[in-house]
Structures are given as C-alpha cells and as structure tokens.
C-alpha cells in the first residue's frame, strides 16, 4: 500500500511510504510496521509524474512544473513493475 505523508507545518515536506498490505496507524500516525521503503518528494525538481515500485523499492518521475507546487500528489500515477 501506499501512502503520502506529511510532515512540518510551515514548510511542508512530504514523503511517499510504501507498506505490506496490512498496516494499522495509531492516533499519533505510526503504522504498526515499518515502511518498506519511502520517498522524499522533491518539489524542486518538479511536478510528481507518477511513482514507480520495483522489487519493493519507489522512485519518483517529475515532469516540469512552474510553481513546484502539484495538486495531484494524493492521487499520483502508480507504475508496478510485474513479480
């Protein structure tokens, strides 16, 4: 599964986490389990494209942005590649 994360209040960050399947958050939002992996989101570097996940790994693709700024990153494209 996987999940956007946001931290920081005046200047946010965000990061992509990819878990098992069965993850449960507390009310402080730590999942029960560690990620597998995760992703920091680089805005400087553009507009989230999509995100790839490869052997249980992610890798984010950035197309041009002018602002840096993107509106899609709760819904971005998801590549997997096949088992």
Do not use: W
Not at 3 to 18: A, C, I, N, P, T
Not at 56 to 61: F, H, K, Q, S, V
């Amino acid at each position: 599964m996987l999940f956007l994360r946001q931290s920081g209040f005046q200047e946010k960050e965000f990061f992509y986490e990819l878990y098992p399947e069965t993850v449960e958050f507390n009310v402080c939002n730590v999942g029960n389990v560690e990620p597998l992996d995760k992703v920091h989101v680089d805005t400087s570097q553009g507009a989230v494209d999509y995100v790839a996940i490869e052997a249980g790994r992610l890798t984010i693709t950035y197309k041009p942005s002018s602002s840096g700024v993107d509106d899609s990153l709760a819904n971005p494209a998801v590549e997997s590649a096949p088992q």
